[in-house]
């Protein structure tokens, strides 16, 4: 489920005067080297050498999701890229490029989310220097004519209506669009469907966002895996050296704050148990913010598998099929999450009694000491066991690069979490989990 939530919830020449990052020290935390490269256009590289038996992970990660669509009547073209990416170039027409995929036996693929959208390709060190070309002059030199991209914008419609036929999706949407009345997280990565029925009448629209947004400054390149260091760099050099820099910063509206509760009953045309899900209003992701981590532990302890909540209603009177509680990475202020899907529709308010009850005794109470650092640790031990593989490596920084732009948070992040206290953990309930910064909403499917 906490995978689902994610999903749904989930940058001059460079031959000359290359900067080198000073986040080219890695935090102890992570067990593999780490080179960054700032180049003179604004790209930034970031290198992971590992033994991987000549695989490599190639991630370009791109700044940009649903956070950056504050135009009125122009959602959804984040997600719109990610497929309009594999359309081709002049260059390299889209079945060249599939061929070339296909021939070399890589696994490409892409995802959006709020605040990214990251395209990725499993590959061997041999054909470095081949992906290198062909992600290069797609990201430099995308084109498509206007029936291509009527073609795609029809597609993302049929998209976005097979999602809406999920019932998470659903409430996602809903209680997003509830709980922000300004910025740009009150809809999802796909859009708005309003806008998104439109994009086919938008052609000259989506030129002007490619190239405002892709553009090497606002890009990170994430190279993992049986790689050395110079003579990538001097690929990245050749390949990407030519690439204009230009990018256009979005002009992001600021929430006001939320100071009356929100409620919502969402109507689900099929048929679904009822669903339960819990926004309280977060902050943005600071790596060092000791409130934001206090509540990225408080979400386990409270509502996690070994809390007494789970026990009591997943386990004990098996009245819900799940509850869980997450605080993602997002670079401006979004939600709190507390989800369950309930298995007697009769017992909704039953529940969020309970949810509140055990919202009310942190608040009051601070967590057990051991339990908390059983946490800490589990954590940890979570984030080394997922770093077996140049994708898993890749997959694990690439949404903390999205946010802040780099490495150095993973340090700062799992510093911080080692200081955290059982009372920063009961304060951080009693600073976020209050009536007044919530929107409730309840799906109902037809019985």
Same mark, same amino acid.
């Given at each position: 489920?906490?995978?689902?939530?994610?999903?749904?919830?989930?940058?001059?020449?460079?031959?000359?005067?290359?900067v080198r990052s000073n986040e080219n020290s890695m935090p102890e935390i992570f067990p593999y080297p780490v080179h960054v490269e700032k180049?003179?256009?604004?790209?930034?590289?970031?290198?992971?050498?590992?033994?991987?038996?000549?695989?490599?992970?190639?991630?370009?990660?791109?700044r940009v999701g649903a956070r950056d669509e504050y135009e009125p009547g122009h959602t959804g073209?984040?997600?719109?890229?990610?497929?309009?990416?594999?359309?081709?170039?002049?260059?390299?027409?889209?079945?060249?490029?599939?061929?070339?995929?296909?021939?070399?036996?890589?696994?490409?693929?892409?995802?959006?989310?709020?605040?990214?959208?990251?395209?990725?390709?499993?590959?061997?060190?041999?054909?470095?220097?081949?992906?290198?070309?062909?992600?290069?002059?797609? *990201?430099?030199?995308?084109?498509? /004519? &206007?029936?291509?991209?009527?073609?795609? %914008? !029809?597609? $993302?419609?049929? @998209?976005?209506?097979?999602?809406?036929?999920?019932?998470?999706?659903?409430?996602?949407?809903?209680?997003?669009?509830?709980?922000?009345?300004?910025?740009?997280?009150?809809?999802?990565?796909?859009?708005?469907?309003?806008?998104?029925?439109?994009?086919?009448?938008?052609?000259?629209?989506?030129?002007?966002? *490619?190239?405002?947004?892709?553009? /090497? &400054?606002?890009?990170?390149?994430?190279? %993992? !895996?049986? $790689?050395?260091? @110079?003579?990538?760099?001097?690929?990245?050099?050749?390949?990407?050296?030519?690439?204009?820099?230009?990018?256009?910063?979005?002009?992001?509206?600021?929430?006001?704050?939320?100071?009356?509760?929100?409620?919502?009953?969402?109507?689900?045309?099929?048929?679904?148990?009822?669903?339960?899900?819990?926004?309280?209003?977060?902050?943005?992701?600071? /790596?060092?913010?000791?409130?934001?981590?206090? %509540?990225?532990?408080?979400?386990?302890?409270?509502?996690?598998?070994?809390?007494?909540?789970?026990?009591?209603?997943?386990?004990?009177?098996?009245?819900?099929?799940?509850?869980?509680?997450?605080?993602?990475?997002?670079?401006?202020?979004?939600?709190?999450?507390?989800?369950?899907?309930?298995?007697?529709?009769?017992?909704?308010?039953?529940?969020?009694?309970?949810?509140?009850?055990?919202?009310?005794?942190?608040?009051?109470? %601070?967590?057990?000491?051991?339990?908390?650092?059983?946490?800490?640790?589990?954590?940890?031990?979570?984030?080394?066991?997922?770093?077996?593989?140049?994708?898993?490596?890749?997959?694990?920084?690439?949404?903390?690069?999205?946010?802040?732009?780099?490495?150095?948070?993973?340090?700062?992040?799992?510093?911080?979490?080692?200081?955290?206290?059982?009372?920063?953990?009961?304060?951080?309930?009693?600073?976020?989990?209050?009536?007044?910064?919530?929107?409730?909403?309840?799906?109902?499917?037809?019985?």
């Amino acid at each position: 489920m906490r995978r689902l939530l994610s999903l749904l919830i989930l940058a001059g020449l460079l031959s000359v005067g290359a900067v080198r990052s000073n986040e080219n020290s890695m935090p102890e935390i992570f067990p593999y080297p780490v080179h960054v490269e700032k180049l003179d256009n604004g790209l930034k590289v970031i290198l992971v050498p590992m033994s991987s038996e000549g695989l490599v992970a190639y991630w370009t990660i791109v700044r940009v999701g649903a956070r950056d669509e504050y135009e009125p009547g122009h959602t959804g073209f984040a997600h719109f890229f990610e497929h309009m990416m594999f359309r081709g170039t002049e260059k390299f027409p889209q079945d060249e490029y599939n061929n070339i995929v296909t021939r070399i036996g890589a696994d490409a693929n892409a995802f959006t989310s709020d605040d990214l959208t990251a395209y990725h390709l499993s590959i061997t060190a041999a054909d470095l220097e081949t992906v290198m070309e062909i992600e290069s002059d797609r *990201f430099r030199n995308l084109a498509y /004519p &206007e029936p291509a991209f009527k073609t795609e %914008a !029809g597609a $993302v419609y049929g @998209e976005y209506r097979k999602n809406r036929m999920n019932p998470f999706f659903a409430i996602y949407e809903g209680i997003h669009q509830k709980a922000f009345d300004k910025h740009t997280y009150g809809h999802t990565a796909m859009g708005y469907e309003q806008d998104i029925k439109a994009m086919p009448t938008m052609f000259d629209y989506s030129r002007s966002f *490619f190239s405002r947004y892709y553009r /090497p &400054e606002n890009c990170v390149l994430l190279i %993992a !895996g049986d $790689v050395q260091v @110079e003579p990538t760099v001097e690929l990245v050099r050749r390949y990407y050296g030519d690439w204009e820099p230009g990018y256009v910063a979005p002009k992001i509206p600021v929430e006001p704050p939320q100071k009356k509760e929100r409620r919502l009953e969402v109507t689900y045309e099929g048929q679904s148990l009822p669903i339960l899900w819990i926004g309280y209003k977060a902050d943005r992701f600071d /790596p060092s913010d000791r409130n934001w981590v206090a %509540a990225m532990l408080l979400a386990d302890l409270a509502f996690g598998e070994t809390s007494a909540i789970h026990k009591q209603l997943v386990l004990e009177q098996q009245v819900v099929e799940f509850i869980s509680a997450s605080q993602e990475m997002q670079r401006d202020p979004k939600l709190f999450d507390i989800v369950t899907r309930i298995k007697d529709p009769q017992r909704v308010d039953e529940v969020l009694s309970q949810i509140d009850a055990t919202i009310a005794r942190y608040k009051e109470e %601070a967590p057990d000491a051991k339990r908390l650092a059983d946490l800490k640790s589990r954590l940890k031990y979570q984030f080394l066991m997922n770093l077996d593989t140049p994708d898993h490596v890749a997959s694990a920084l690439s949404r903390i690069i999205a946010v802040t732009g780099g490495v150095q948070a993973v340090d700062q992040l799992y510093g911080t979490l080692d200081a955290i206290t059982p009372e920063e953990v009961r304060a951080a309930a009693a600073r976020y989990l209050v009536p007044e910064r919530r929107t409730v909403a309840v799906l109902r499917g037809k019985n």
